[in-house]
Every structure is written in structure tokens, then in C-alpha cells.
């Protein structure tokens, strides 16, 4: 790894630390008066729902494929993280490691389903595709609907509340930055390859079916490790929340942002998840206000707001400073 890209990452995960400081500077002076405690609700909601919608974009975006069951993923690593958390407790750990254990079991569970439900159903495409996920999340959420550990279709309650706001926004820096690693590794432009023509990868000895699973798989990983979040955040739940318009506002966070793009889930997603919030006085209307975003933005930006587009601080600056435009004109120069 070359010194820029090390100064490029270090760079990145200062400003990361300085949004850290300021958010959590801002809610223990109590800025926002009565409401401080409710915006910092807001802020732990949109960073699990980062996690959620970045996995879905390594699927939808970078994969190049139609998936229409991350809800079913997520209510694996909810349900998973809750029973496990409900058993170890008491048994010792601090409430870090108990939480930690949840997730990282939560994960493996919704990533050893993606393998299960990956394997049959990538050797399809398209639509066909759409339509399996879609039915894997539909069985998934009848099966939690039938078991009693799950709450029989009841709510199940008595969830530990471990996911504060430090907790959940570190976590899922690291879930976007080993994502971001995932993407900019030849694993990740294997993955780009086989979505820009299918049929030239396979000829090229690419074991397409592997990389796909392998894809799907740390996909629901991560899908997994956001809905353990949000089950020790609401601290009830119930299989309903998790159906096909579950599945569906997650998807239109990925393409409103941007597929193909990871600063563009970012903001899809904390953008949209603070929506419902922003017009709780309209509340009726919340669906409509997504479907007419999603429709402007297909008419005007059909590849998303971002597009492909991946936002960098380094760049950022150099631009500000104005090396970026003597570079570029020295470039053109020679």
C-alpha cells in the first residue's frame, strides 16, 4: 500500500473522529434542549440503517443483481442476536461483549443463510432472482411468525437495550470500511467484472457462481449485524416489521443514493431514515413523499444521486487548496 493511500485512510478516519466528537459533544451539552435525546434516537437509527442499505448495495450496485429479501436477512440477525444476548446474560460478560457476541452471532447466522438461500438462487437473473429473495423473506417471516422462541407472531419484548449511539456509530464505521475494502479488493473487481458482462467473466475462467454466493454472503453478513442493532435498539419486535415493505424502503435507499456507490447509501440512507421523523405531522403521506423522491430521481438521475461516485476527503481537500486543479492542469501539460 503506497504512503498516499496510508495518508488517504488516515486522513478519512480523522474526519470520522472529529463527526464522532462533535455529535457526541452536541448531545451531552445538550444542544438541542428537550429534543437532544430524541435526535440522538435519529442518529443510532440512520447509522444501523447505513449498514443495512450499504450491504444491500454490494448486491444491487456492485454485484449488478435484483434482490427484494434483505428484510428476510435482517430479521435473521435480529431474532439470532436477541435469543443470544436473552441467554448469556448473566453469565458474566460486560454489556460491550455481550452485544458484540449477539451481533457477530446474528451476522453469521444471516450469512450462513445467504450461503443456503445464495447457492440455488444466484443461478438465476433479473427477475427471476427478484422474485426468489422475495419469497425467501416471506418464508422467514412466516417461520419467525410460528416459532415460540420468536414470539409466536406476537411481539417479542424483553430485549436488552445495548445499543447506544457510541456503540452503534463505531460499529458500523467498521462494517462500511471492511465493506469499502471488500469493494476496492480483486475480490470486489472480480465482483464489477461479472456485473459489466456476465457471459465474458465466465469466459474468462471467473467461477462466477463463487464469487456471487461469496458476495450474497457478506452481504447478509452485514444485514444480519444491522438488524441485531435494531433489535437491541427497539428492544421489541414483531415478524411484521420485517416484510416486503421492509424490503422495498431498503432498496429505494440504494437506488436513490446511488448503486454502485457506498457514500451514496450513506446518505440515502440517513437521509430517508429521518424522513419518517422529519414529517411525523404527516405521517399519512410518509410513502408517498419516497415514491415521489424515487420518482424524480429516476427521471433525472437514473443512475442515482451519487451514481458511481464515492466521495474522498483527500480529494476534498486538495480541491479546497486548489492541488487538485495544478495537478490536473500538469497532467494535461505533459
Not at 486522513?11 to 430524541?38: E, K, P, Q, R, W
Not at 427477475?127 to 410460528?146: G, K
Not at 470500511?177 to 467473466?201: C, H, N, P, W
Amino acid at each position: 500500500m503506497s504512503k498516499k493511500i496510508k495518508g488517504s485512510y488516515l486522513l478519512n478516519a480523522v474526519g470520522v473522529a472529529l463527526v464522532f466528537a462533535l455529535l457526541t459533544g452536541l448531545f451531552a451539552a445538550n444542544a438541542f434542549g428537550t429534543s437532544t435525546t430524541y435526535i440522538q434516537g435519529i442518529c443510532t437509527t440512520a447509522c444501523y440503517t447505513i449498514i443495512m442499505v450499504t450491504s444491500l448495495n454490494l448486491v444491487v450496485g456492485f454485484m449488478g443483481e435484483f434482490s427484494l429479501g434483505h428484510a428476510g436477512f435482517v430479521s435473521v440477525g435480529a431474532y439470532v442476536s436477541a435469543i443470544v444476548s436473552g441467554a448469556l446474560a448473566g453469565k458474566g460478560l460486560s454489556d460491550l461483549g455481550l452485544f458484540l457476541i449477539a451481533l457477530l452471532v446474528g451476522g453469521l447466522a444471516a450469512g450462513i443463510m445467504g450461503v443456503l438461500v445464495g447457492i440455488p438462487a444466484l443461478r438465476l437473473r433479473g427477475d427471476y432472482l427478484a422474485i426468489v429473495t422475495m419469497a425467501f423473506a416471506e418464508i422467514i417471516r412466516v417461520c419467525f411468525c410460528n416459532f415460540s422462541i420468536t414470539g409466536g407472531g406476537k411481539t417479542m419484548s424483553g430485549i436488552l437495550k445495548l445499543s447506544t449511539f457510541p456503540r452503534v456509530f463505531w460499529i458500523m464505521v467498521v462494517c462500511v470500511a471492511i465493506m469499502y475494502l471488500f469493494v476496492r479488493s480483486k475480490y470486489g473487481r472480480t465482483v464489477q467484472a461479472i456485473r459489466e458482462d456476465y457471459i465474458a467473466a465466465s469466459a474468462s475462467g471467473i467461477n462466477v457462481t463463487y464469487y456471487k454466493v461469496m458476495t450474497f454472503a457478506i452481504s447478509a453478513f452485514f444485514a444480519g449485524i444491522g438488524g441485531g442493532i435494531y433489535a437491541h435498539y427497539m428492544t421489541a419486535m414483531i415478524p411484521t416489521n420485517f416484510n416486503f415493505n421492509y424490503s422495498a424502503e431498503l432498496l429505494s435507499e440504494v437506488i436513490i443514493g446511488g448503486t454502485g456507490s457506498l457514500t451514496g447509501s450513506i446518505i440515502g440512507a440517513a437521509f430517508l431514515s429521518a424522513l419518517p421523523e422529519l414529517m411525523r405531522e404527516f405521517s399519512t403521506y410518509r410513502m408517498l413523499a419516497y415514491s415521489v423522491v424515487l420518482v424524480l430521481v429516476m427521471l433525472f438521475r437514473p443512475g442515482g444521486i451519487f451514481g458511481r461516485w464515492e466521495f474522498s476527503l483527500t480529494r476534498a481537500l486538495e480541491k479546497l487548496t486548489g492541488r487538485g486543479t495544478v495537478k490536473a492542469k500538469a497532467e494535461k501539460g505533459a
